[in-house]
C-alpha cells in the first residue's frame, strides 16, 4: 500500500482497507502498528508517522511501478 503511492501519506483506513478489506481482525489497529514496526524493522526510517497517516520515502525511480 505504501509503495503504490511513494512519498505520499497513505491513511491508516486506506491500509486497513487495503491489506484486509472486510476481513478484519478483532484488534485491527494494533495489528496495522504490528505491521508498520516489522516494515521499520526492515526498512530502517524509511517510514515516516504522520497525523494522517504513513508515508514510504524512497526515490520514486527505486519502485518498479513508478
Known sequence: MLLRTPNSV????AI???VWG???PGSV???L???I???RA???GR???SAHGYLLAVEPESVDAV
Do not use: A, M, P
Not at 497513505?10 to 483506513?13: F, G, M, N, P
Open 47 to 49: 517510514i515516516e508517522r
Open 10 to 13: 497513505v491513511s491508516d483506513d
Open 42 to 44: 526492515l526498512l530502517g
Open 29 to 31: 489497529k494494533q495489528s
Open 33 to 35: 502498528h504490528t505491521y
Open 16 to 18: 486497513i482497507d487495503g
Open 37 to 39: 514496526s516489522n516494515l
Open 22 to 24: 472486510d476481513d478484519l
